[in-house]
């Protein structure tokens, strides 16, 4: 199963159907659209500005912007992710659960569904080309353990 590493919080928003789309600057090889793929949470400890960020996001979009999430779905997310960072509340390097990828589509037309004052919901540069739609997802309980790579990586559940 091939198998994509995502940063948390975003990893387990994803779990959560919070996300459902995956932004990233390319798409989807062709042959993996309608393919169910893994959900890696990568190793990467949470960085507390970013859960602030887009949690000032989901509380006054007006004024920052709505990020491409479920805000009832996301904001207890963020909100345990606040409180503890480092304390092991959402897991590192390991695989969170399996989703069926759909067709990837413009980031712009990926905000619109979320509204005209929509836009990306991550500060990194280009990561906002393609969407890729996330659906039937299936979380792994207890999460597995497993190294990550960049890019799309073959795994063995």
Known sequence: MKAITIWQPWATLIVQS???????G???PRSLIGQRIA???????IRR???QALLLQLQDSLRYGQPCLRAPLALPV??????NPKAGALPLSHVLCSAVLGEPRRGDECAA???ENAGNDSDREGTFNWGWPLSEIEPFLPPIEARGAQGLWDWMP
């Open 26 to 28: 390319w798409r989807p």
């Open 49 to 51: 500005d970013e859960v």
């Open 39 to 45: 959900i890696h949470a990568g190793a990467r400890p």
């Open 18 to 24: 919070a996300k459902p789309y995956e932004f990233r």
């Open 113 to 115: 569904e979320f509204g």
């Open 78 to 83: 963020l909100e345990l992710a606040l409180r």
